[in-house]
Structures are given as structure tokens and as C-alpha cells.
């Protein structure tokens, strides 16, 4: 996938939205920021998807984390669909900004392009408070996102960032639950490190590298 990716940083663009014009760096700065993009409004899939980022609105308020959306289409347009959005969610409102595109020219810029259809893509990016990339997804347009799993991956990054990135997280791991630690950590580290302490898988390669702790 050509352009931006994990590790680099967004384009300090100057964006119109539904709620005024701003920079994206003023945006990212001092939090995290889960942005979002969508081929257009007023389409199926992407009205269920927006609805449930408002659903999940107080998840990511809880973690310190903003929400700033992106489709395809000017302002007025993105204020009439939002109606139509908080009805079919039923109570939820949303309060995120959303950034309009209408002639196409900041979707690219922001790699949120859909290879296949060579067109505006169902992407997501996990955006830090330095505004590089950490983290990506991008759909096709007949799938919609599954909002438990950008909160859990958003949590895995957070947890990993307290920690200096001395962790990493193992496959379905969710909050509450061991982590690993990085290969890059020695045992006498380890030891320092995590005072709680720590287990080592016992392995056939006797290698030592699969170590599980309890992190807060």
C-alpha cells in the first residue's frame, strides 16, 4: 500500500470539518487519536460505522483518545447525514469532528485509498501524540469494522507505550491479562523491570524467550 504507513508521520494538513477548520497536528497534539475514513455519506456501511464510534464515544473519552472522522463530501452534506446517522443509533450523538474531502484531495495524502477499487477506502489509523502512525487497518468496502477489536489494538498500543514499548501483547490478549515481554529485554532487565516478576514458557528450544508478566 503506497504512501504513509505505520512509523510515519501525517501530513500536517490544514482540514475543513463539522466543527471548524484546524490543523491535524493541533488536532493529535497531547493525546492519541483514532482517525477514520469513509468513501462517502449517506452510504449503508459507513452510517452503522459512525454510529457506533459515537456508541463507543465514552471508551475512548475513558482512555484519553479523540475521534476525527473523514468522508468524502463537503460539510453541509456531512451535517445533514449526521441526522440520519444518530437516528439509526437511537440516543447516541455525534460529537467527533469530521473532516469533508469532497474533491478527493486529502484521502490520498492520508493513504486511506482502496487498491482495489482505486477509490476511497473504509481505513483506520491509530494516530499518537507525536503524529506518527501506530497502527492501520483497512477494509475492503463490503466489510464494516469490528469496534471491540480497534479498542482492544488501541489498548495493546497504549499498554505498550507505558512501558516504553518493554512489552508487547500475545495473540487475543485484552486488558487485565499477561503480557509478554520484548526479546530485546534480558532476564536481569526483566528482573528489574517487572518486580512482580515473570514466567518462562518451558519450550523444546530451551531459548527462554517467551516470557509472560502481570502489568497494570
Not at 504507513?5 to 497531547?30: I, Q
Not at 483514532?34 to 452510517?47: A, I, M, N, R, Y
Not at 465514552?58 to 449526521?82: A, M, N, T
Not at 509478554?180 to 526483566?190: F, H, L, N, Q
Amino acid at each position: 500500500m503506497p504512501g504513509i504507513t505505520l512509523g510515519d508521520t501525517v501530513p500536517n494538513l490544514e482540514v475543513e470539518t463539522t466543527h471548524g477548520t484546524f490543523k491535524l497536528h493541533d488536532y493529535f497534539a497531547d493525546s492519541w487519536t483514532v482517525l477514520f475514513s469513509h468513501p462517502g455519506d449517506f452510504t449503508p456501511v459507513c452510517t452503522t460505522e459512525l454510529g457506533a464510534m459515537a456508541k463507543y464515544a465514552h471508551e475512548f473519552d475513558k482512555r484519553g483518545v479523540k475521534l476525527l472522522g473523514l468522508s468524502c463530501d463537503d460539510v453541509q452534506s456531512h451535517k445533514d447525514w449526521i441526522k440520519d446517522i444518530e437516528a439509526f443509533t437511537h440516543g447516541s450523538k455525534v460529537k467527533y469532528p469530521i473532516i469533508a474531502d469532497p474533491n478527493k484531495e486529502i484521502i490520498p495524502q492520508l493513504n486511506m485509498i482502496d487498491p482495489i477499487e482505486n477509490g476511497p477506502s473504509r481505513a483506520l489509523h491509530i494516530v499518537g501524540p507525536d503524529s506518527k502512525i501506530k497502527l492501520s487497518f483497512l477494509y475492503p468496502s463490503t466489510t464494516g469494522r469490528n469496534m471491540d477489536e480497534v479498542l482492544r489494538a488501541l489498548d495493546s498500543l497504549l499498554m505498550a507505550s507505558k512501558h516504553n514499548n518493554k512489552i508487547a501483547t500475545p495473540v487475543n490478549w485484552k486488558p487485565d491479562e499477561p503480557v509478554v515481554i520484548s526479546p530485546g529485554v534480558s532476564d536481569e532487565e526483566a528482573k528489574k523491570m517487572f518486580p512482580q516478576g515473570f514466567k518462562t514458557a518451558d519450550l523444546p528450544s530451551k531459548k527462554g524467550y517467551l516470557r509472560h508478566t502481570e502489568v497494570s
